[in-house]
């Protein structure tokens, strides 16, 4: 198995990561059928080799932006949220990464400080309770800073359907089509059969008598 299918499964089946604030948006673009039975089960598939071959049609693709420390689990349970209101029968990854969009600076709790080695004399509280201090040439001391990398999830998906479930929408949807034509051929029957209304007849003879005038 390669790292990448590797790190698929890790990731989506991991449970016990960190919950980040942040959410997750889904970009969907494809067609809509209607909902199975609500206890069918939605597969998913890591990559397209885990695929089983001839079974599934691509129906639509999604876009899925997340924080980088969003739990995996939360997220695959969002997708196959979606693709049961579309429809789908599966889902199958196309992509997963993580983008880096920049850092943060994160001050170190308690007494670590930066600044020269001198006398620091305390000089009040800060909001989360830690000292304010300055040393010998009054200037106040900074709290030690670690520098944390900032990621978002990049994730592809396809939503797929059944062959079979894909040949009965297929077969209904001709259906509607051939009882849209008979119907428009009824009603064009029905409108030919119609008596002619004498005054309409009244205006054209009078619309001719004037076009011979002229």
């Known amino acids: 198995m390669s790292s990448y299918r590797l790190f698929l499964r890790t990731a989506f089946s991991l449970l016990g990561i960190m ?25 998913f598939y890591n990559s397209r080799d885990d695929v089983p071959k001839n079974t599934y049609r691509i129906i639509g693709r999604a876009n899925i932006d997340a924080p980088g420390g969003y739990n995996p689990a939360e997220i695959k349970k969002k997708i196959l949220k979606k693709a049961r209101a579309c429809g789908a029968d599966a889902v199958e990854v196309v992509e997963f990464k993580r983008e880096k969009t920049g850092e943060q600076k994160i001050s170190s709790p308690g007494n670590e400080y930066d600044g020269v080695v001198g006398t620091w004399a305390n000089n009040g509280v800060r909001s989360d309770g830690s000292p304010i201090y300055v040393d010998s040439f009054d200037k ?14 990049k994730i592809k998906v396809f939503f797929l359907i059944s062959n079979e479930r894909f040949q009965e929408f297929q077969k209904q949807a001709a259906e509607e089509q051939q009882k849209d034509r008979a119907r428009e051929r009824m009603e064009r029957d029905i409108e030919s ?19 011979a005038d002229l």
């Open 140 to 153: 106040t001391v900074p709290l030690k800073q670690s520098v944390h990398e900032t990621f978002e999830l």
């Open 193 to 211: 059969k119609k008596p002619v209304d004498k005054r309409e007849l009244e205006m054209l003879d009078v619309a001719k008598s004037v076009q």
């Open 19 to 43: 919950f980040f604030a942040g959410c997750v948006n889904i970009n969907y673009v494809g067609q809509e059928y209607a909902q199975r039975n609500p206890d069918a089960e939605i597969m």
